[in-house]
């Protein structure tokens, strides 16, 4: 059949050339490119806890003090924030501190300033003590707007008896 071994080589190369061309066709490999996503949510937030215990800014009964008394009571601020966008924390006041019968106390009895609370980033507005009225900036976060946290102390300075009664004002936190 073949006259010679020369062209029994040849005759074999190509079969196993043909036979390796269709194995490596029928394995080919076929990719789809797909993607992976996911989504979240913007979030700002900002909590107030009062570290003397209670929920706000309790001085309590200061009748038992002495005259040139300070009380004082802290509060920790806490702001959330993943938007990367900068905000201020502001404090207002709504009024003197006046009982149900609309006897009001001095402004001036009532001061406020700003502590870090452990690694605070952001750029604290009162660090001196300034008197608890009106509207005030507190804080400035960083330009990226990452969460920040801060302590605000409250002193209450007693310069003598007041008027019998129970005396409050309303203090709103605004994030913006």
């Known amino acids: 059949?073949?006259?010679n071994m020369q062209t029994k080589k040849i005759i074999f190369s190509v079969a196993v050339i043909l036979f390796l061309s269709r194995a490596m066709a029928l394995a080919q490999t076929f990719t789809?490119?797909?993607?992976?996503t996911f989504?979240?949510?913007?979030?700002?937030?900002i909590s107030v806890t009062a570290l003397d215990g209670g929920?706000?800014?309790?001085?309590?009964?200061?009748s038992s003090y002495e005259k040139g008394s300070t009380i004082t009571r802290n509060l920790e601020v806490?702001?959330?924030s993943n938007t990367g966008n900068p905000y201020k924390v502001t404090q207002k006041i709504e009024g003197s501190f006046t009982d149900d019968q609309g006897n009001s106390l001095p402004p001036d009895i009532c001061t406020f300033h700003l502590l870090p609370s452990g690694n605070t980033k952001g750029r604290l507005e009162v660090v001196s003590p300034t008197v608890v009225s009106g509207e005030n900036v507190l804080?400035?976060?960083t330009e990226d707007g990452a969460s920040d946290k801060f302590i605000i102390v409250y002193e209450l300075k007693l310069p003598g008896l007041f008027k019998a009664g129970n005396y409050l004002t309303s203090i709103t936190f605004t994030l913006s």
């Open 139 to 141: 804080f400035t976060s």
């Open 55 to 62: 929920t706000g800014v309790d001085f309590g009964n200061i």
């Open 32 to 36: 789809k490119n797909i993607t992976a």
């Open 78 to 80: 806490s702001v959330v």
């Open 1 to 3: 059949m073949f006259k």
């Open 39 to 45: 989504s979240v949510d913007p979030v700002t937030s």
